[in-house]
T-cell receptor, first 110, second 112 residues
């Protein structure tokens, strides 16, 4: 069993939809949680960063962490075609050892 | 230009050849990392470095060698390339205080 599980998709939604992306993990020591967005043939770029449990909102993006369930989510409101990318969850006990999910491919259709 | 640069961006080589991928950062961050990205596996850590002259193995280090004589550079060498090392390689640094990693643009390597 992988340390971080993420549904690879692809997830296809119409423009304007609310998107929910999720990861589960097994290591209860993880305390830093991140979401990266990766466009085709580009490097991953940091989208959201959360320490420990709770919610964090940034514009159309909301990250949630539920440490009791070992479950993290990224919500995208009013999704746009420009949101089409691969979304990678990542987590660590300390920032120097990130463990990544396999990534979910998102396609937003106009 | 500030940030992380990787060179070459694309490389085709043959089995058995030595290949060196370069990574350069302008921030002087202490930690640097090398990952490979493959379909179905996501990003896997090859090697990382906490500072100049300090390196350590990651999840998939076999077949790779790293060095770090200067803080800003972290080259990755494939001593004898194999087809299984065909992948996209990313370099990253750790932003101090944020515990988050920032990635370079990647190098696409094809081993024939």
């Amino acid at each position: 069993q992988k340390e971080v599980e993420q549904d690879p998709g692809p997830l296809s939604v119409p423009e304007g939809a609310i998107v929910s992306l999720n990861c589960t993990y097994s290591n209860s020591a993880f305390q830093y949680f991140m979401w990266y967005r990766q466009y085709s043939r580009k490097g991953p770029e940091l989208l959201m960063y959360t320490y420990s449990s709770g919610n964090k909102e940034d514009g159309r993006f909301t990250a949630q962490v539920d440490k009791s369930s070992k479950y993290i989510s990224l919500f995208i409101r009013d999704s746009q075609p420009s949101d089409s990318a691969t979304y990678l969850c990542a987590m660590s006990q300390y920032g120097n050892k990130l463990v990544f999910g396999a990534g979910t491919i998102l396609r937003v259709k106009s | 230009d500030a940030g992380i640069t990787q060179s070459p961006r694309y490389k085709i080589t043959e089995t058995g050849r030595q290949v060196t991928l370069m990574c350069h950062q302008t921030w002087s961050h202490s930690y640097m990392f090398w990952y490979r990205q493959d379909l179905g596996h996501g990003l896997r850590l090859i090697y990382y470095s906490a500072a100049a002259d300090i390196t350590d193995k990651g999840e998939v280090p076999d077949g790779y060698v790293v060095s770090r004589s200067k803080t800003e550079n972290f080259p990755l060498t494939l001593e004898s390339a194999t087809r299984s090392q065909t992948s996209v390689y990313f370099c990253a640094t750790l932003w101090p205080g944020q515990e988050t990693q920032y990635f370079g643009p990647g190098t696409r390597l094809l081993v024939l």
